[in-house]
């Protein structure tokens, strides 16, 4: 916490106070950890040692996968220039009239990547061309430790219309019918569970995609 504290001093307030408080944790369990070393290794505390030794490499293999896991993800992104993964939707005929009664697939999506053009085609390519409504939902996620004033929420709603408007874009020159709802706030799961009764209003045969 101290460094980070530290990394963000230039985006947080009260980062002197907050660096202070860690601060003293650090020096603190530093200083219990060296006592455990020297004064009581032989008396148990090298199960300490051993149990702390265990929860770090726990720790350090989470940290692998993530990191894994995020280099997954900018290869993703990477390859939906000119949208490749697309080539699995399938075309459709648009109808004269909308039914909001057809199958629809509520897509939550985090940005216009490739996490979202690839569950939009796995969509495609596990239950064919059932779905004839798409809807997208976007959560815009305030950070209270970052947060600025008005104009920076401003912002933001606009990246996430952006964002949210291209996979509109996308699946509508397919043929198909297709809607955005966005919210934002400090909590995505809240907003998402606030949203849904209105979408599965408006679309009552509906199944989420996350």
């Not at 697939?105 to 064919?128: D, E, P, Q, R």
Request: aromatic residues 12%.
């Amino acid at each position: 916490m101290v460094l980070h504290w530290w990394k963000f001093k230039t985006k947080i307030k009260d980062w002197k106070k907050k660096l202070i408080i860690n601060g003293v944790g650090l020096f603190l369990t530093v200083l219990i950890l060296i006592s455990v070393i020297v004064v009581k290794f032989h008396e148990g505390g090298w199960v300490t040692l051993f149990i702390i030794a265990v929860f770090v490499g726990v720790v350090l293999v989470i940290r692998r996968h993530y990191d894994y896991a995020s280099e997954l993800i900018k290869d993703l992104n990477a390859k939906i220039v000119n949208y490749p993964e697309c080539a699995d939707i399938i075309k459709n005929n648009a109808p004269d009239k909308v039914n909001m009664h057809d199958k629809t697939a509520i897509l939550l999506v985090n940005g216009f990547n490739g996490l979202g053009i690839h569950t939009l085609s796995n969509i495609f390519k596990l239950f064919g061309g059932i779905y004839k409504n798409f809807v997208f939902v976007q959560i815009g996620v305030i950070d209270a430790g970052v947060f600025k004033g008005v104009e920076e929420v401003k912002g933001l709603q606009v990246e996430i219309n952006k964002d949210i408007d291209k996979y509109v874009e996308l699946i509508s020159s397919y043929g198909y019918y297709a809607e955005s709802f966005t919210s934002i706030g400090t909590d995505v799961v809240h907003e998402i569970i606030t949203l849904a009764p209105d979408i599965l209003t408006r679309f009552p045969n509906a199944v989420f995609f996350g």
